[in-house]
């Protein structure tokens, strides 16, 4: 089936509203985390926090849906446009600001909204079924995405049962879900993302440009600095009890 026919059909339509609900899930959800981090801090840079993150997720959100309604996608432009929201997210994680932040939100509730990823199933079922996406594209990136959204949960009970009992098997889930992001481009890049060299346009498009490798391996990054900080407080804490 050619792209521009099923666009056309009813299932396009459900699955599109999927991804539009997830794509409102993941920033109303991030922005209610910080909200929750910062909501008894009087300070001028929690004020500031709370006004910033919700602000970028909105704009690069909004940003990545417009992008997909009027441009069809393609891996040159796809590396950088993933790549700058990564690197800038990551070296921000670093300001005091935003460090701060991470050392209030609860790990297992960054954990636990991963399992958006499950969302990734639609790379199977209807696209690859439709026969609109490669087979070598969508079984690494549609698997992957399952298998990392089905564990979170439970990495996330995990982690607020006992956080330092389970966090090398956390670290592994971790390093798992941003291969799995990482491999997925790839695999278009080698395989084809559409079948026939067909262009992918809204709402596939949607996944790569937000909900995937940008939105998912920065989430990870974060979720990583958060628990890692959170630790080492946790760690002078006792230290400083037992002084």
């Known amino acids: ?3 521009n026919e099923y666009l056309s059909t009813t299932q396009a339509w459900w699955v599109t509203f999927v991804i539009l609900g997830t ?25 500031r926090a709370l006004l910033v993150f ?7 959100g909004g940003g990545a849906l417009t992008t997909s309604l009027t441009l069809v996608l393609e891996f040159t432009w796809f590396l950088p446009f993933a790549l700058f929201p990564i690197l800038l997210g990551t070296a921000m994680s670093f300001l ?3 460090a701060g932040v991470l050392a209030r939100v609860p790990v297992h509730w960054m954990v636990g909204l991963q399992t958006y990823r499950i969302v990734g199933a639609v790379f199977l ?11 070598g594209f969508s079984w690494p990136a549609g698997v992957g995405d399952v298998m990392t959204g089905m564990a979170a949960p439970f990495i996330a009970w ?31 890049a080698i395989w084809s ?12 498009t949607a996944i790569p440009l937000f909900l995937g490798p940008p939105f998912g391996i920065l989430i990870h990054i974060m979720t ?11 760690g002078h804490f006792a230290n400083a009890e037992r002084a």
């Open 1 to 3: 089936m050619l792209i």
């Open 23 to 47: 794509v409102l899930l993941v920033v109303s959800a991030t922005s209610m985390f910080v909200g929750w981090a910062v909501r008894d801090a009087g300070s001028h840079g929690d004020r």
């Open 54 to 60: 919700p602000t970028i997720f909105v704009l690069w």
């Open 96 to 98: 005091p600001v935003i």
């Open 125 to 135: 079922y209807p696209f690859m079924t439709s026969g609109i996406l490669t087979p």
């Open 158 to 188: 995990a982690i607020l049962q006992d956080s330092q009992k389970w966090r090398w098997v956390f670290y592994g889930w971790t390093v798992f879900g941003i291969a799995d992001l990482i491999v997925a481009p790839l695999s278009a």
């Open 193 to 204: 993302f559409g079948v026939g060299g067909q262009d992918m346009t809204f709402a596939v």
């Open 224 to 234: 990583w600095r958060a628990f890692e900080i959170q630790r080492q407080d946790a």
